[in-house]
């Protein structure tokens, strides 16, 4: 795996193929209408419900406040994409748990080829549908006491409204990895936060305007971690480690290639923004459970494991070990280092100083490893800290889950970009073979 040399595109030069480029600028309207489409759905209410006692049943719950952080607002104004992507999310979690365990799907997907993936996306859709047929169960049973008919028959078309919305959504966003600009059920959650965080914004400025100088203080403390959280952000999406290799001498006829060297990069963080997304998914089982059967063990386990209940290293420790997990389960589902060594060894190419084969493949697990555990320390710091220095102020404007969504938008923001330079190249080879 050679990196090109190549320069990689200018802000001039993509934001020109943006605007002139047939192809490039039909997916970005594309997945500009397609996200203004689900953001009209979001404001589509679920009928039969009594608005005003529910909104003021969920004015002050942090569990509503963070699921509207992933729905756009959609849960607490119960609309029918209330339940948004979360149902897919969750689903993918699922089944790439099942494929690293099960033999019969870790052969579709690492021997099947394409036709292998295709068959785990349609696995994963029919989970996404039972997932989002029990959650939306679970949401209609828990706002039947607002409801304004009898409750079976009204749960029975909450269900099915909400669960059409969801699979309405996942199609939505394969259509955006598809048809669009890639990242399809990253970017709705993209563009979901960002709905949301606006109304966190304000209210974190109009705290500042009270004329009171500690609490502007606090403020702009606040404001001054997350500058910093996003630096911290920017430095793990972006660090690589570039492991040497050098290519072997080699003769073609009667010419003698010299030896040439390149490098591999490993990436800090291999599973991008997915670990932390995967992390919070996990998170809210235990309060969306608490909240829908009214169990007491399970509102015991929801409050130990929220950020703002009596014991908070309880849930900054289970956050950091999710987020650990997850960084390991995706970093072996992307780079494999027995074939990296395999590819190697095809290619005549080699690690200086390290023997071809089993050697290789072991050396590569272990510099693999120890990035991933760095860069899923330092992911769970970056998730964590906000969240305590905003407890630690008494500023609660973010209801604790600033951080989660300012490392989603900023590691999704980068991805996407990422994307769209990949665009902008290809536009550009196309133009050199015309």
């Known amino acids: 795996m050679d990196v090109s040399r190549e320069k990689a595109p200018t802000a001039q030069e993509t934001f020109m193929q943006m605007a002139q480029a047939a192809g490039l600028r039909g997916r970005i ?13 979001v404001h589509l209410p679920v009928p039969g419900i009594d608005r005003v006692a529910f909104a003021q049943n969920v004015q002050n719950s942090p569990l509503i406040g963070f699921l509207d952080l992933f729905s756009g607002g959609g849960l607490s104004a119960l609309g029918i994409f209330a339940l948004g992507i979360l149902p897919y999310i969750n689903a993918s979690i699922i089944v790439q748990l099942l494929t690293a365990a099960l033999p019969s799907l870790e052969d579709l997907q690492k021997n099947e080829g394409e036709a292998g993936r295709r068959k785990i996306s349609q696995i994963t859709r029919y989970v996404s549908l039972g997932w989002a047929i029990l959650q939306s169960i679970g949401i209609a049973i828990w706002v039947s006491p607002f409801a304004q008919s009898p409750a079976p028959l009204f749960i ?82 972006e660090g690589t480690r570039r492991i040497p290799i050098i290519s072997a001498r080699r003769q073609v006829g009667r010419k003698v290639y010299r030896e040439s060297r390149s490098y591999l990069p490993l990436r800090l963080n291999q599973g991008g923004v997915m670990p932390i997304i995967f992390a919070s998914s996990v998170l809210i089982v235990p309060s969306f459970l608490a909240q829908s059967l009214n169990n007491p063990f399970l509102v015991q386990v929801a409050n130990v494991l929220s950020p703002n209940g009596p014991a908070p290293w309880a849930y900054a420790l289970f956050y950091l070990t999710l987020i650990l997990f997850f960084s390991y389960f995706y970093a072996s589902l992307i780079v494999n280092p027995v074939d990296m060594s395999q590819n190697l060894k095809k290619m005549g190419a080699s ?10 493949s072991d050396y590569v697990e272990k510099v693999l490893n120890r990035l991933t555990f760095l860069g899923a320390i ?7 800290v906000p969240t305590a220095v905003e407890s630690a102020i008494g500023v609660q404007t973010f ?12 590691g999704v923001a980068i991805e996407t970009a990422k994307q769209i330079q990949t665009y902008v190249i290809s536009q550009r080879y196309e133009g050199m073979v015309k």
Request: hydrophobic content about 55%; cysteine-free; aromatic content about 6%.
């Open 29 to 41: 309207l594309v997945t500009i209408g397609l996200l203004i489409l689900v953001r009209l759905g």
């Open 156 to 237: 029975a078309q909450t269900a099915l409204a909400l669960t059409a919305g969801s699979m309405f959504v996942m199609w939505v966003s394969e259509l955006v990895t598809e048809r669009g600009i890639g990242n399809g059920a990253s970017l709705l959650i993209f563009i979901n936060i960002v709905s949301v965080l606006p109304r966190s914004l304000g209210q974190t400025f109009e705290l500042a305007q009270s004329g009171d100088t500690q609490v502007v203080g606090r403020v702009v403390v606040l404001l001054l971690v997350f500058l910093v959280t996003i630096v911290g952000i920017v430095f793990v999406q």
């Open 351 to 360: 690690i200086p100083g390290i023997r071809p084969g089993q050697k290789t």
């Open 378 to 384: 330092f992911l769970g710091l970056v998730a964590i």
């Open 399 to 410: 209801r604790g889950f600033g951080a989660t969504s300012l490392l989603i938008l900023v």
